[in-house]
């Protein structure tokens, strides 16, 4: 039987398809520009090493800039048109980065792969809120759902890759992007016929913060930049020291702004020092797992000699334990804390790239590298469900829908802002040494320091969470306050007899 929303079975499986395509476009999008980034540096004139950083941090960079401004528009002008405006972005987005060939600029293609990012960060969290809200909370079909999209990230990342290596191997590599704007052209219109229109979430008065959403982005762009940047021109360059205090103080005054609006984007009631701690270790966690992706890349290629398609299909490993995970997490969250399991996926993290940091170059790939990709598909699927559950936790009922947003948030732009600390410790190194493998470990050291403090915050917050109620324990005590003050409100007048039996009355 069809879930309520749905016309038919069909049309419940064709719309879960579209949404799971949505899923695999998205983590296609952001490793496609790996197996290419030789064949872009000898495309494009002057690219530097330095310079390559940006062809993976500029697609995470916006995607998590403007992850919670896409969640509003969700709420306030359709879930199923603000994905549609995502799709019909990336498409066009798309297209134009293929077309950067005849322009011979890197800077452009960065530009694009930026814009791109910007499209997905629409399409994927308003795909998620449909599933949330045609699905009933607790059911056993919502779960299944979540696990099969969960499942899409690592069959995505696999097949962006692969198919990438094997396009631009072939001297095509504009067609990498040209196919994904045709897939994004499919899916745009295929959503349009096939996915339920989703009622407005927000109430009528509401209203979107413009102020808010500017400063925020801005902030985070411009500081984002400047760390990315730093490497390739030097801390030196006056710009760069500009562009960071500027983005810092766009980020002070977006949640000053925030704090004083009617309808912030953040909600007052969740910038506090619990959902801080757990968003830092996700962001600790995840960032040194962009480090370990752009990193091993770069191992393989150039310091192994590995042809891209060669170290493409090392993908399949993350594919194929990327869905081993993706659907035992249902099981593990059943039976054990999220707290504890968000401290297992930091120290997967961990493990992976520390033994990456130490594989020495041109070992057989058995012995080091594909245990440390089976660890860390399980820290990738782990981590984001487990994250979400424990910030659910608290938060108020009516903020639940920003979990998973804030989550996603914090994913996208540190696997972004890290690989510009990592790129400062790579440019130092090769400053006073000419070994490019020493800058490689130098960088992978700092994704190494990146992934303990995530662990150390992880472990914290699950000491911590023996102490703090949860937000279902407050809510409870909420509502039993309010129940008790309704009853005092609307009890009848009561006569004290040590008054004398007059008149006199008093609320119990």
């Known amino acids: 039987m069809a879930t309520e929303g749905f016309d038919s079975n069909t049309h419940e499986i064709v719309s879960i398809f579209i949404i799971c395509m949505a899923q695999i476009l998205n983590q296609a999008g952001s490793t496609q520009s790996l197996p290419m980034m030789n064949i872009l540096g000898d495309e494009f004139s002057g690219v530097t ?150 009622p407005r979430h927000a109430a009528p008065e509401v209203t979107f913060d413009w102020l808010g959403s500017i400063t925020g982005v801005t902030g985070l762009v411009l500081f984002n930049f400047s760390w990315n940047q730093a490497p390739a021109v030097g801390w030196d360059n006056p710009y760069i020291i500009v562009l960071l205090i500027v983005g810092f103080l766009s980020i002070l005054a977006f949640f000053q702004i925030e704090k004083r609006v009617k309808y912030p984007l953040i909600p007052k009631e969740i910038m506090n020092s619990h959902i801080l701690l757990i968003l830092s270790a996700v962001g600790f966690g995840w960032g040194s797992f962009s480090i370990y992706v752009f990193y091993f890349w770069c191992l393989l290629m150039n310091i192994n000699g590995w042809s891209p398609i060669h170290t493409g299909f090392t993908y399949f490993t993350f594919a194929l334990f990327g869905v081993i995970a993706a659907f035992s997490v249902n099981v593990f969250i059943r039976r054990v804390r999220p707290s504890y399991l968000l401290l297992a996926a930091t120290c997967a993290f961990l493990i992976g790239i520390t033994m990456l940091s130490q594989t020495p170059p041109h070992q057989m790939y058995w012995h080091m590298l594909f245990p440390q990709m089976v660890i860390l598909s399980f820290g990738m699927d782990i981590s984001f469900p487990a994250a979400s559950l424990v910030l659910s936790e608290h938060l108020p009922k009516k903020h639940q829908g920003m979990a998973s947003s804030l989550v996603s948030t914090m994913i996208n732009y540190s696997m972004s802002i890290t690989l510009g600390f990592a790129g400062t410790a790579e440019a130092q190194i090769l400053k006073r040494n000419t070994s490019t493998y020493k800058g490689y470990q130098a960088a992978m050291y700092v994704g190494v320091g990146l992934a303990v403090l995530g662990c150390i915050l992880a472990l914290v917050l699950h000491t911590c969470s023996y102490i703090w109620p949860h937000q279902e324990e407050v809510d409870l005590q909420i509502h039993k306050f309010e129940d008790d003050s309704d009853v005092l409100e609307n009890s009848e007048p009561v006569l004290h007899p040590s008054r004398g039996g007059d008149n006199s009355t008093a609320k119990v």
Request: charge should be positive; hydrophobic fraction near 50%.
């Open 49 to 198: 090493p330095t310079d390559k950083v940006w062809f993976m941090a500029s697609f995470p960079l916006t995607a998590g800039a403007f992850i919670l401004i896409s969640g509003k528009f969700g709420d306030l002008y359709g879930l199923k048109r603000s994905m549609l405006f995502g799709l019909v972005w990336g498409m066009i987005w798309t297209l134009i980065t293929g077309l950067t060939s005849y322009t011979n600029s890197v800077v452009f293609f960065c530009i694009c792969r930026a814009l791109h990012g910007i499209g997905l960060a629409f399409v994927l969290p308003n795909a998620i809120g449909i599933i949330g809200t045609l699905y009933q909370n607790g059911s056993k079909k919502k779960s299944a759902v979540f696990c099969l999209v969960g499942a899409m990230a690592p069959i995505g990342a696999a097949l962006g890759s692969i198919f990438s290596a094997v396009i631009s191997e072939k001297g095509h590599w504009p067609w990498a992007y040209y196919s994904n704007s045709i897939c994004f052209a499919i899916l745009a219109v295929a959503t349009y016929i096939y996915i339920p229109n989703i």
